[in-house]
């Protein structure tokens, strides 16, 4: 079976990328950056199809995507956040779905690189489970927004053939750590349609 393919007809459940490749649905990116202050650069170190990149372009703020593998124009470059050596030099704002099985390493690289704002898109059982939930509070994260309706986020390899996903079926929430923050995080939503 590959990645495009489905394992039963009409299900919407794909097979799994080997590389945990998986697209966040245009809107989401769209409302993170109308709900979300960010002052500075956005630096999506998993950019693949560049969908984050794009969305900060469009909202006005300064934007770059790297991933270990380039599979699309913003990607600037291809390099391996979790291999590159750091040199201690700070970016603004760290932005990205991450590939999921790679999250807690990822979460842990991106807030010792960054100066104000990280945000991840993640499963919402991100939250679930003693030794996972205990790691996540102990990061501190500012804000947990439940993304609804539930997003549907296929393998990339689905997007790129132009199939048109739908029907997800798992929950998703947005995580925001802010430097300096280290009290409890705040609940709220973040909804395709904006309410305001």
Known sequence: MTAVGPRARDAHIWARHPDDFYCEPQWLDKRIFEEIKFVGEIVDPCCGLGRIVEAAVCAG???????????????QQERDFLADVWTGELVDNIVCNPPYALAQAIISEALLRSADKVVMILPARFCWGDERSRWLESTHPRQILAVTPRPSMPPGPVIEAGIKPGGGKEDFSVF?????????????????DCTK
């Open 176 to 192: 925001v750590w802010e430097c300096g923050f280290a009290g409890k995080p705040e609940a709220g939503w973040l909804r395709r």
């Open 61 to 75: 703020l300064p934007s770059i995507g790297f991933d270990k593998v380039k599979r699309s124009f913003w990607c």
